[in-house]
């Protein structure tokens, strides 16, 4: 895997709120040097991103519980 900001974990997409909606813009923070960065930049800070997903019973229960909690309230 290449060095580069793309697949580091402080590369963070900025986005622009616009009424009700989050576009995200071609600015890229890097919050290791708190300042902006291209994609293609590199820095002796990377670390690479680890991907990890939640997908056990659990989270799943805990997530209809919530989505029941809402349509309750909206229900109101």
Given at each position: ?76
């Amino acid at each position: 895997m290449t060095k580069i900001c793309e697949n580091c974990i402080y590369c963070k997409r900025l986005f622009q709120r616009f009424g009700y909606e989050m576009n995200p813009k071609n600015y890229f923070l890097c919050k290791e040097k708190d300042n902006f960065t291209e994609l293609k930049n590199t820095c002796n800070g990377w670390q690479q991103k680890n991907d990890i997903y939640d997908l056990s019973p659990a989270r799943f229960e805990q997530a209809e519980r919530e989505i029941k909690a809402i349509i309750e309230i909206l229900k109101q």
